[in-house]
């Protein structure tokens, strides 16, 4: 049976102290990286592991370490993206409530391996307990030597700062999320310059998720071995699965990563509710297209789910039973990502504005023939040509809602009507 | 600490004050309930920065509010998670016990609702985020107990402000 590994504090009683986490074992990774190894060393060491960034894209986290220039002259930063706006996710937020020293004893090491002294964790601000207790986890630290200046007897200085969001889903897009760092409007950057080259401030800024930051101390602790061998070679690691929707045991889950989506939805979680049946699961945050009900024994991992037409994003797995509508799910998250297109670019401002108004009125059951050729046509119009993901997200969920659910749309149109009304 | 002081410490983490616009705006606003035209051009004052800079975060940004606001801010989330398990016939449900539609306020100034996106608490849908806390595992039943929590504290409130302007004895 595989035993937590990021979710070993959760359920601990004052699992959020310094003294809870001490007793577990905690802050001996930043004693061992400080004492043990250059930080080179440590990029090599994650590198090695092979961990690849939790946050949606699963970029090879040591690859974008190791992109910061060596040299001195700019601060370098470390932002960690605690936006978790993807609907679906709730991860991070269980991380940092229950055990943020964990997340904090990450960001120690992650910024000795980069050379930061600087560490800005942007928190959502509807997450106000997360930040208490993030902002009380930071104290104590500071107060027993694991930040500030000499860390442990070295001459390794840092600090962390939370930056409280104010409801933007645009913030989790890492160059939007400097912006907003920056005190302005939360649009994402042209690239290159990429973060690492010019990125907070025009320094050199890397920036990674709470669940990647939260795998280093263990990597530390237990080797790029132990990690590698948990989950597929080339995606390997723990992984937190977020479980909700129509399903018996929604839920927080750590299972390896590659774990099929069938298992992880019909044993872990219980499978759909008394009498119904599961009609189709969206794997990773509704950026992430839908797969039906006959497909899920894809791995969930990035690979296996890149191949299968979906992506693994967030890891919010959400469940859909035969009760539920598809054009009213497609026009619900449509409408989602509408309301958080930040503005800059046209094809996501005005193409996801006349979707949602062809799938409004499909689901009123006004919708008219050509409809469908219309909104594949605007999907076509968006993927690939807009600043950010935001845009390729909401044209590929719903090309997947069209590719899958086709029949549905159809008997909207032609039956004038809901069938599930 | 007065606003001021606040501010200040806010500004002190960050090399530039521009940055420090959100959590400046994050204080006004605790301060004063929401953000009025002179309010943002204290913040701007207090930080010197552009009066511009400060305006345009207090509009983009959905949690800041240029408006007043109900002071039992009733946020239901309506994303995919919560719709599916049933966010929709809550929001008929508040809209018919509070007499008001999402959006509006109560007379008198108890109760805004608004539906909002994902608040990141799947796990407990369908979930509502009032003031910094969230109410998960909703039903109609849980949300009449909350609305009868939140008068009482309102008629508590209510006695209060009554005996402080009454004459002293």
């Known amino acids: 049976m595989f035993e937590p590994v990021l979710l070993r504090n959760v359920d601990v009683p004052d699992g959020h102290l310094l003294s809870t986490y001490q007793a577990g074992g905690g802050y001996r990774a930043l004693r061992k990286a400080l004492g043990e190894y250059t930080p080179d060393e440590i990029v090599e060491l994650v590198k090695e592991s092979n961990l690849r960034g939790r946050g949606g894209a699963g970029f090879p986290t040591g690859m974008k370490w190791s992109f910061v220039p060596k040299a001195a002259g700019k601060p370098k930063y470390l932002c960690c993206n605690a936006d978790e706006g993807e609907p679906g996710t709730f991860k991070d937020r269980i991380i940092m409530e229950r055990d943020p020293h964990q997340l904090i004893e990450g960001l120690a090491v992650s910024a000795y391996a980069i050379g930061a002294e600087t560490a800005y964790v942007y928190i959502r601000g509807e997450y106000v307990k997360a930040i208490r207790r993030m902002e009380q986890a930071i104290a104590e630290a500071h107060e027993n030597g694991y930040l500030g200046t000499g860390i442990l007897g070295t001459n390794f200085n840092f600090m962390v700062h939370i930056h409280r969001g104010a409801g933007a889903y645009i913030c989790g897009e890492e160059t939007a999320m400097l912006e907003s760092l920056e005190g302005k409007r939360a649009q994402p950057r042209l690239k290159p310059p990429f973060p690492a080259v010019a990125g907070l401030y025009a320094s050199p800024t890397v920036i990674n998720n709470v669940e990647t ?28 699965y977020c479980l909700s929707g129509q399903v018996r045991k929604p839920g927080l889950y750590e299972l390896p990563m590659g774990i099929s989506l069938r298992e992880l939805v019909e044993e872990h979680a219980g499978g759909p509710l008394p009498g119904r049946k599961v009609k189709a699961v969206i794997p990773g945050g509704v950026s992430a297209p839908v797969i039906p009900a006959g497909e899920l024994e894809v791995g969930m991992d ?120 | ?121 799947c796990e407990m849908a369908p979930v509502m985020q009032v003031g910094d806390d969230y109410y998960g595992n909703l039903d109609t039943a849980r949300l009449d107990a909350l609305l009868e929590s939140f008068r009482a504290v309102e008629r508590v409130a209510r006695i209060e402000r009554a005996a402080a302007s009454a004459p002293g004895e």
């Open chain 1, 302 to 421: 990035f690979d296996s789910l890149t191949a299968a037409g979906s992506m693994l994003g967030s890891a919010g797995v959400v469940v859909i039973d035969d009760t539920t509508c598809m054009v009213k799910l497609a026009t619900r998250i449509i409408e989602f990502f509408h309301h958080e297109s930040c503005g800059k670019c046209t094809p996501c401002r005005e193409g996801l504005d006349w979707a949602v108004k062809v799938l409004r009125r499909i689901e009123a059951g006004e919708g008219e023939t050509g409809d469908l050729e219309q909104l594949e046509m605007l999907c076509k119009g968006i993927f690939g040509n807009t600043f950010c993901a935001l845009g390729d997200g909401a044209a590929m969920g719903l090309r997947a809602a069209l590719k899958h659910f086709r029949e549905e749309f159809v008997v909207h149109i032609e039956e004038r009507r809901c069938p599930f009304h």
């Open chain 2, 1 to 121: 600490m007065t606003m001021r002081e606040e501010i200040e410490a806010a500004a002190a983490r960050y090399p530039d004050r521009r940055s420090a616009i959100m959590p400046a705006l994050m204080i006004a606003q605790k301060e004063h309930g929401h953000l009025p035209g002179p309010v943002l051009e204290d913040v701007a004052e207090i930080l010197g920065v552009e009066r511009v800079w400060v305006y345009e975060l207090a509009t983009f940004y959905t949690l800041f509010h240029t408006e007043p606001i109900g002071r039992f801010h009733l946020q239901l989330c309506d994303n995919v998670s919560c719709m599916l398990c049933g966010s929709e016939a809550l929001l008929k449900h508040l809209e018919t016990t509070l007499g008001i539609r999402k959006g509006e306020t109560t007379p008198g100034g108890a109760f805004t609702l608004s539906t909002v996106e994902c608040l990141g608490a």
């Open chain 1, 213 to 240: 930051l939260a795998c280093v101390p263990h990597i530390v602790m237990r080797g790029s071995a132990w990690f590698r061998g948990i989950g597929p070679d080339r995606s390997p690691g723990p992984k937190l």
